[in-house]
């Protein structure tokens, strides 16, 4: 769902656009803009709206976290990313694909996808549920990178460690000194984070074509 899905489910839930407008943080004029296709162009209206939907704002914005730029090459053009292709697998292979096993990406595999996402032992998941409602959809397409470190704010892939079939899609977050398992649905509720969990990889990408 993209930010005029979601203006309009709020609004649907009862709210005015002035009201939505000054929860947000932004002009009723901003709102309206939206609602008639125009997607604001200032990053900081993107954080307020982020923080609203307690989302990470690239992900809002463009389905994908923000890359750092490159050195260009030549004069305005930046590096070429080489294209690849990564495995989509299942849920039940997770952990195999984790670990690098050589054989899970041909007898789990499902689809080979072309992408640039980087790291060797990159994979792709179908999302499963609706527990990541309204930023990943039931079915859509999510590019996972096991080798990436998983920071509050990272969205990733955990579950536990013996059973990654069980593997969920969550935010990670802190509360307090704790670790948390976080739901962008609102009826889903958090889930610690134990000695138990396995951080299985890093989400790197949504496609949202698929």
């Known amino acids: 769902m993209n930010l005029k899905g979601l203006i309009y489910r709020e609004l649907g839930e009862g709210l005015t656009e002035k009201e939505l407008a000054a929860a947000v943080g932004v002009s009723p004029g901003t709102i309206d803009r939206i609602l008639a296709n125009k997607s604001p162009k200032e990053p900081a209206v993107w954080h307020q709206f982020a923080k609203y939907f307690r989302m ?22 930046g590096p070429t990313v080489p294209m690849r292709k990564v495995p989509l697998v299942s849920w039940e292979a997770i952990g195999r694909m984790a670990a690098g096993e050589a054989n899970a990406t041909v007898h789990d595999s499902d689809a080979m996808l072309e992408t640039d996402v980087q ?9 499963k549920d609706d ?5 990943f959809g039931e079915g859509e ?63 790197v990408r949504l496609r949202k074509d698929l």
């Open 56 to 77: 990470d704002a690239d992900f809002l914005r463009a389905g994908a976290p923000r890359k750092t730029p490159g050195r260009s090459r030549k004069a305005g053009i």
């Open 131 to 135: 527990s990541m409602n309204p930023l």
């Open 141 to 203: 397409i999510i590019f996972v990178n096991p080798d990436l470190e998983c920071e509050p704010g990272h969205y990733v892939v955990a579950g536990p460690r013996r059973t990654p079939e069980q593997a969920v899609l969550r935010e990670l977050r802190t509360i307090g000194t704790q670790y948390v398992l976080h739901p962008l649905n609102r009826r889903r509720k958090d889930t610690l984070l134990t000695h138990d969990h396995f951080l299985w990889g890093r989400v």
């Open 119 to 127: 790291g060797p032992r990159a994979f792709a998941l179908r999302v």
